[in-house]
Nanobody
Framework: VQLQASGGGKVQAGGSLTLSCAAS????????MGWFRQAPGKEREFVAA????????YYADSVKGRFTISRDNAKNTVLLEMSSLKPEDTAVYYC????????????????????WGQGTQVTVSS
């Protein structure tokens, strides 16, 4: 599975950006898709994910209410709509796919995903 993330950029605090991730693979609809981010000097952290089994979405507390993850199984894409951006949202954002296992659980650690995109930089200025 190949993942290609795009849509990053520079934005002022309070602004919005939408990240997109295009995936290869004929069974995209059975992947749990997630977004993670990594700020300089920090560990890669979970942001949001979309379960394949029932469409459940879940978020890190730090982005809940501001970010929305969505997927289009017909186009093999997953989006991360980010609004009310804060300087602390500055990071490289990665999309990830978990291509195996049940979609009934919540997967929030990087070790639970087996495919990663190359990352896209998001910079939020104050």
């Amino acid at each position: 599975v190949q993942l290609q993330a795009s849509g990053g950029g520079k934005v002022q605090a309070g602004g919005s950006l939408t990240l997109s991730c295009a995936a290869s693979g004929r069974t995209f609809s059975t992947y749990t898709m997630g977004w993670f981010r990594q700020a300089p000097g920090k560990e890669r952290e979970f942001v949001a994910a979309s379960s394949w089994s029932d469409g459940t979405t879940y978020y890190a507390d730090s982005v809940k209410g501001r970010f929305t993850i969505s997927r289009d199984n017909a186009k093999n894409t997953v989006l991360l709509e980010m609004s009310s951006l804060k300087p602390e949202d500055t990071a490289v954002y990665y999309c990830a796919a978990r291509t195996y296992g049940s979609g009934m659980y919540r997967y929030t650690t990087r070790h639970e995903y087996d495919n990663w995109g190359q990352g896209t930089q998001v910079t939020v200025s104050s």
